[in-house]
T-cell receptor, first 116, second 113 residues
Framework: SAVISQKPSRDICQRGTSLTIQCQVDSQVTMMFWYRQQPGQSLTLIAT?????????ESGFVIDKFPISRPNLTFSTLTVSNMSPEDSSIYLCSVEMASGRRYEQYFGPGTRLTVT | RKEVEQDPGPFNVPEGATVAFNCTYS??????FFWYRQDCRKEPKLLMSVYSSGNEDGRFTAQLNRASQYISLLIRDSKLSDSATYLCAVNLNYGGSQGNLIFGKGTKLSVKP
């Protein structure tokens, strides 16, 4: 597995503002993902962060609300824009690592966001 | 019907007990299956990948039943440290790049002394 770090670990933000979350991996990885885990809910994939090209968003998530950068193979950012209380959630990045002939996903420690 | 369903629990068991969780999935085209463990206020940690023949890792055994579209996790000789929420996840891709992991809401396990 990889060592994955996220910044900030938590934040309290006012509605209407934006927050950028950073995800750093200690090794080069092809695939990085951003998930959201709302209180009492399962993890939901927001988007796949593609290195050198635009992120691929899942249904219900749009680039204007969740812009993503992936400047290299060890780093990605997710911005939560124009926040509302409904954006209060844990945001997690994950990376995909090869395990034999298969691939497995490992998660960063998460960013706990509260929007007031 | 939700894509991945789990009994939310909680499962309250004494130390040393054997406990089993099931997870059902709706998409018969699902190919890859996983169990994650999530401690309170922590990130999910991969516990086991689930192979078609079933697999075992110490006290943990995972099984896949494609005909009935469910995976199971058996924990033997439960320890206090096994207390956590167990998430199952499925993906449509076999072997290769996983892409979208679809998670259940998790089953909470509490092991008591």
């Amino acid at each position: 597995s990889a060592v994955i770090s996220q910044k900030p670990s938590r934040d309290i933000c006012q509605r209407g503002t934006s927050l950028t979350i950073q995800c750093q991996v200690d090794s080069q990885v092809t695939m990085m993902f951003w998930y959201r885990q709302q209180p009492g809910q399962s993890l939901t994939l927001i988007a796949t962060a593609n290195q050198g090209s635009e992120a691929t968003y899942e249904s219900g998530f749009v680039i204007d609300k969740f812009p993503i950068s992936r400047p290299n193979l060890t780093f990605s950012t997710l911005t939560v824009s124009n926040m509302s209380p409904e954006d209060s959630s844990i945001y997690l990045c994950s990376v995909e690592m090869a395990s034999g002939r298969r691939y497995e996903q490992y998660f960063g420690p998460g960013t706990r966001l509260t929007v007031t | 019907r939700k894509e991945v369903e789990q009994d939310p629990g909680p499962f309250n068991v004494p130390e040393g007990a054997t406990v089993a969780f099931n997870c059902t999935y709706s998409n018969s085209a699902s190919q890859s299956f996983f169990w994650y463990r999530q401690d309170c206020r922590k990130e999910p940690k991969l516990l086991m990948s689930v192979y078609s023949s079933g697999n075992e890792d110490g006290r943990f055994t995972a099984q896949l039943n494609r005909a009935s579209q469910y995976i199971s996790l058996l924990i033997r000789d439960s320890k206090l440290s096994d207390s956590a929420t167990y998430l199952c996840a499925v993906n449509l891709n076999y072997g290769g790049s996983q892409g979208n992991l679809i998670f259940g809401k998790g089953t909470k396990l509490s092991v008591k002394p």
